[in-house]
T-cell receptor, first 113, second 113 residues
Framework: SAVISQKPSRDICQRGTSLTIQCQVD?????MFWYRQQPGQSLTLIAT?????????ESGFVIDKFPISRPNLTFSTLTVSNMSPEDSSIYLC??????????FGPGTRLTVL | KQEVTQIPAALSVPEGENLVLNCSFT??????LQWFRQDPGKGLTSLLL?????REQTSGRLNASLDKSSGRSTLYIAASQPGDSATYLC????????????FGKGTLLTVNP
C-alpha cells in the first residue's frame, strides 16, 4: 500500500479565487489520479497525472480550470481556478501501485462561498 | 461508457447479521474491480481488489465475488459490527492506458448495536 497525505484538509474560499491542493506519497509511483466527489455523489475522475508528461483530462474537465503539476514521482498539485459555489466538493488524489490497485488520500473538503 | 450501479443505496441491520452488498456494471471488459469503504468526511480505504481472472477475494470477515460475464460483484460482510457502519463503494477499472476507475454511488451501511 501507500501512505498519501493531502494539504489542506479543508478550506473555505471566496468565489473567483483559486486554491492549490497538494498530494504527497511516501513512495515513488508512476500513476497519480485526481478525483472530485460532489455533495451526495460518488467519485468522478478529473485527470490522470503521470510524471514527465502532460496530465490527461476526462471529458468535462479542462486544464484552464484544473491545472495539474507532477514535478516528481512522489508529489502532485491540483489547482481549482476561478472558483464558483459549484466547485464545492471533496477533492481526492489517488495512486496506482501493484497491478493497478488504487489507494486514496484523505481528501480536501472545499467550500466556495 | 461504463456505468456502475450499487444496490441497495442504504441498508440498516442489527449487529451480528450477515449481509450482502451488490454492484453491477454495464461493460464486462474490465481489468479489475475494487471495493472501498468511506467514513463520513474521510477518504477511501481499499478493502478488496479482484482481478478480472479471479472469482473471489477474502479478507477477514469480508468476501467479494466477481462474475465478469454477467457484470456483477457482491461484497459479503459476516457478523456485522457497529464499526462496519460506513459507505461502501464499488469501482471498476477498465484497464487501458490510464487504469481509470468508474465508481458506483455507494451503499450507506448502518449497523445498529
Amino acid at each position: 500500500s501507500a501512505v498519501i497525505s493531502q494539504k489542506p484538509s479543508r478550506d473555505i474560499c471566496q468565489r473567483g479565487t483559486s486554491l492549490t491542493i497538494q498530494c504527497q506519497v511516501d513512495s515513488q509511483v508512476t500513476m497519480m489520479f485526481w478525483y472530485r466527489q460532489q455533495p451526495g455523489q460518488s467519485l468522478t475522475l478529473i485527470a490522470t497525472a503521470n510524471q514527465g508528461s502532460e496530465a490527461t483530462y476526462e471529458s468535462g474537465f479542462v486544464i484552464d480550470k484544473f491545472p495539474i503539476s507532477r514535478p516528481n514521482l512522489t508529489f502532485s498539485t491540483l489547482t481549482v481556478s476561478n472558483m464558483s459555489p459549484e466547485d464545492s466538493s471533496i477533492y481526492l488524489c489517488s495512486v496506482g501501485i501493484i497491478v493497478s490497485e488504487q489507494f486514496f488520500g484523505p481528501g480536501t473538503r472545499l467550500t466556495v462561498l | 461508457k461504463q456505468e456502475v450501479t450499487q444496490i441497495p443505496a442504504a441498508l440498516s441491520v442489527p449487529e451480528g447479521e450477515n449481509l450482502v452488498l451488490n454492484c453491477s456494471f454495464t461493460d464486462s471488459a474490465i481489468y479489475n474491480l475494487q471495493w472501498f469503504r468511506q467514513d463520513p468526511g474521510k477518504g477511501l480505504t481499499s478493502l478488496l481488489l479482484i482481478q478480472s481472472s479471479q472469482r473471489e477475494q477474502t479478507s477477514g470477515r469480508l468476501n467479494a465475488s466477481l462474475d465478469k460475464s454477467s457484470g456483477r460483484s457482491t461484497l459479503y460482510i459476516a457478523a456485522s459490527q457497529p464499526g462496519d457502519s460506513a459507505t461502501y463503494l464499488c469501482a471498476v477499472n477498465g484497464g487501458g492506458s490510464n487504469y481509470k476507475l468508474t465508481f458506483g454511488k455507494g451503499t450507506l451501511l448502518t449497523v445498529n448495536p
